[in-house]
């Protein structure tokens, strides 16, 4: 028997930029980047994919786009700006990344070019599933528009879109050349989006620092408030765990665990059973109840812990409940334990609370203390 046996490794590096009003033209930021990443002997191109919702509300943005490369000339600018639908919808319909693939194809944007896109967590995560399936990987550049985008899914290595009624069934690690976080997109977000991203914020405090949960405790009112100088903070120090702990950990999830889905297993499902009227956030702040009240169930979290974080998830404007948790709840949340454990391989690992501050891997979960846990949410909903 004969065996050869590869070993190499592959070193990845990007930046994430905060600044506002990316594409005023004295602001060179995007210019530079664009213009000086890789081989400068090659002449670069670059396709701009743009969530419908932001051109919906900010009207003058493609012109704007058109107007900064006229002044910079960074790369040649396809001549098709591509606006498509966000939210969910454009990952549950195979034609929107399919489209993507379309104007990377007409518009000869090869390995050497840039696909650049600017919109919310599930636009994101379409456009860079069809940028790392084209030509094995086109370069991708991430503008994200929303808090939740900016403080999470924006800044990691997953693209993914949703198939067979599952979330996030295909995709790809991929991470992106760069990503630019502009601020002045916040100014347009609904109540909604504007405390949406914040759960996840709620969520990495809760398994990774305590002293930034107690500054969101602190913080809560001014973010209700709109305060655009606090959120700043904290969509940056949420940026930074998040990558911290991709940089440190597993990032392309070779094992069965995932810590930063804290609160996701059950939020995944509770997005499908509401036919996504619930936006990813809110389903995580429930999902964070939910696995707060079980880990107090099992002995880890005081009471008084969890009175904690329930009252600065109600302070900030979330719902705890929700009514499709408690309907089929076995089969249900049994689907949903199952779909979270299928989605990693190998055995099923939660991560739940052994304190503030501190997340706890497990292996079982038992149905009779989630249901106790949901019956409890009910009733203090």
């Known amino acids: 028997m004969q065996s050869l046996k590869q070993h190499f490794q592959v070193p990845y590096s990007y930046e994430v930029f905060f600044t506002e009003r990316l594409f005023a033209p004295e602001n060179r930021v995007f210019a530079d980047f664009v213009q000086n990443f890789g081989n400068p002997s090659f002449r670069k191109k670059i396709l701009f994919v743009l969530d419908k919702g932001i051109t919906d509300i900010q009207t003058d943005l493609t012109a704007e786009i058109v107007h900064y490369f006229q002044k910079h000339s960074p790369a040649d600018l396809a001549p098709e700006i591509l606006v498509l639908p966000g939210g969910e919808v454009c990952k549950n319909d195979p034609r929107f990344y399919e489209e993507v693939i379309r104007a990377l194809d007409e518009h000869g944007i090869d390995r050497h070019s840039f696909v650049a896109c600017?919109?919310?967590?599930?636009?994101?995560?379409?456009?860079?599933?069809?940028?790392?399936?084209?030509?094995?990987?086109?370069?991708?550049?991430?503008?994200?528009?929303?808090?939740?985008?900016?403080?999470?899914?924006?800044?990691?290595?997953?693209?993914?879109?949703?198939?067979?009624?599952?979330?996030?069934?295909?995709?790809?690690?991929?991470?992106?050349?760069?990503?630019?976080?502009?601020?002045?997109?916040?100014?347009?977000?609904g109540e909604r989006d504007w405390r949406s991203g914040i759960a996840e914020a709620v969520?990495?405090?809760?398994?990774?620092?305590?002293?930034?949960?107690?500054?969101?405790?602190?913080?809560?009112?001014?973010?209700?408030?709109?305060?655009?100088?606090v959120m700043i903070e904290q969509i940056y120090r949420c940026a930074s765990l998040?990558?911290?702990?991709?940089?440190?950990?597993?990032?392309f999830e070779l094992g069965s665990a995932r810590p930063l889905d804290f609160g996701h297993w059950a939020a995944h499902k509770l997005e499908y059973l509401s036919d996504f009227k619930i936006r990813h956030g809110e389903a995580v702040a429930i999902g964070i109840a939910l696995d707060s009240v079980y880990s107090h169930l099992i002995g880890h979290l005081t009471k008084e812990d969890v009175d904690r974080i329930i009252e600065l998830l109600k302070k900030l404007g979330f719902a705890i409940f929700?009514?499709?948790?408690?309907?089929?709840?076995?089969?249900?949340?049994?689907?949903?334990?199952?779909?979270?454990?299928?989605?990693?391989?190998?055995?099923?690992?939660?991560?739940?609370?052994?304190?503030?501050?501190?997340?706890?891997?497990?292996?079982?979960?038992?149905?009779?203390?989630?249901?106790?846990?949901?019956?409890?949410?009910?009733?203090?909903?």
């Open 118 to 189: 600017i919109g919310g967590g599930a636009f994101l995560d379409m456009a860079g599933y069809a940028a790392a399936i084209s030509h094995r990987g086109v370069k991708f550049i991430r503008i994200p528009t929303t808090v939740l985008s900016q403080n999470d899914s924006g800044v990691g290595v997953k693209n993914s879109v949703n198939y067979l009624g599952k979330k996030n069934f295909l995709g790809t690690f991929a991470p992106p050349v760069a990503v630019f976080n502009d601020y002045s997109f916040l100014e347009s977000l």
């Open 203 to 229: 969520k990495v405090s809760l398994i990774k620092d305590l002293r930034f949960f107690t500054w969101l405790e602190s913080t809560a009112d001014a973010m209700n408030q709109r305060d655009k100088s």
């Open 242 to 251: 998040h990558m911290q702990h991709i940089a440190s950990g597993d990032p």
């Open 322 to 381: 929700h009514p499709a948790l408690a309907e089929n709840d076995k089969i249900n949340l049994t689907n949903g334990l199952n779909e979270f454990r299928e989605h990693l391989g190998g055995q099923l690992t939660i991560t739940l609370l052994e304190k503030v501050g501190k997340g706890v891997e497990v292996h079982e979960m038992d149905f009779d203390l989630i249901k106790k846990s949901v019956d409890y949410l009910e009733q203090i909903a």
